[in-house]
């Protein structure tokens, strides 16, 4: 959908008013999610084949093979019991909140019944909102690391750690004190293989790589990058403050762990520190978004690209579920395939 001009009102709401209008029923969302999904028609995910029918039962037949397959056969949302005007409402809080949504509050707003429920649809947001191959910083970069999840800054080396995880930042800088995108992923530790390799994924070879004097960002120079490296006892020779060699990272790792403690009141487990590592990276690269609806319509369009994610795999220690899963009936409506399709506004202008 790259050629597509994105326009407020049309392909994604402008409010939360026109957001509850676009999306009253299951059927309206469906739709939604079958233009963005096959925005030329129907493609058979089995054969491949462009062109089938829609049947009674709410899917389409493949023209070829004659397989049946639903809009959200094999996405985010494949056989999900949660009503998809609750996913939609818990998608547009996640995206539209400028600090996205906690479980808690989640759980209260959706009047969904168990915490864990909406607990793991915030999760199974957060598994789409990587996706590989993305571009990589450029310009002038700051890069360091630093332990988030725990209460207490960390240090250095290979200590046990216990509810922190050392994460690495990268984060484009453009003088004076602005910021751009940033990057950021765990680390095994702070050894120049684990830094290296971090700052491969993330920075484009031809960047200014700005660093402090740690011994593990040595040799980034022959890696095809301009590498900035600035000594804290330099800048106390010089009358600077050392804690300001790298302004930007530790801007960016202050706001992540405040969102941590504020949003989340600091309840986030430590294998999931990742996912919300993401969550924050990917809210911050859109901060200046010229609509809040425009990231809704993201984060859908990454969750009907996205593989089914499985509870079991959301989850490190499975527990026996402690609520019975929502009974199939209330699912609502099956989509009437052959309802006018441009009384929707996303579908009223030429996609060319
Ligand atoms: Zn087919």
Not at 237 to 257: F, N, Y
């Amino acid at each position: 959908m790259g050629a597509v001009q994105l326009r407020a009102g049309v392909h994604y709401p402008r409010s939360a008013g026109e957001f509850q209008s676009w999306f009253a029923t299951d059927a309206d969302c469906l739709d939604y999610l079958d233009w963005l999904r096959w925005p030329e028609g129907f493609i058979c995910p089995r054969c491949g084949h462009a062109g089938g029918w829609p049947v009674a039962d709410g899917r389409y037949k493949c023209s070829s093979c004659g397989g049946r397959t639903s809009v959200t056969a094999g996405t985010l949302f494949d056989r999900r019991r949660t009503p998809l005007t609750v996913w939609f409402t818990a998608c547009w809080m996640f995206a539209t909140g400028k600090d996205g949504v906690s479980a808690l509050s989640l759980q209260r707003a959706l009047e969904i019944g168990s915490y864990p429920t909406a607990w793991a649809m915030l999760h199974r947001l957060r598994s789409v909102l990587v996706r590989p191959g993305r571009e990589r910083l450029t310009g002038m970069v700051e890069v360091d690391e630093t332990f988030i999840g725990g209460e207490e800054a960390g240090l250095r080396g290979g200590r046990a750690r216990g509810k922190k995880v050392l994460t690495g930042i990268a984060v484009e800088v453009t003088p004076p004190r602005g910021m751009g995108r940033c990057r950021m992923a765990p680390l095994a530790d702070a050894s120049a293989k684990s830094l290296h390799a971090f700052v491969t994924d993330h920075v484009e070879p031809g960047a200014t790589v700005i660093t402090d004097a740690w011994q593990g960002y040595r040799g980034l120079d022959k890696l095809g990058y301009l590498h900035d490296r600035r000594s804290q006892r330099a800048a106390q020779a010089c009358g600077d403050d050392p804690g300001e060699l790298l302004p930007a990272v530790h801007r960016i790792a202050s706001l992540i762990k405040r969102w941590l403690l504020g949003t989340h009141q600091g309840s986030v487990e430590l294998a999931h520190l990742p996912s919300y590592i993401n969550e924050f990276a990917f809210r911050f690269n859109r901060r200046r978004s010229r609509s809040r609806g425009l990231v809704f319509y993201r984060v859908l369009e990454l969750a009907i690209a996205h593989d089914p994610v499985r509870y079991r795999d959301l989850v490190v220690n499975p527990q026996p579920k402690t609520t019975p899963p929502t009974p199939p009936g209330k699912r609502g409506n099956p989509p009437s395939m052959d309802r006018p399709r441009a009384a929707r506004p996303w579908q009223t202008t030429d996609l060319g």
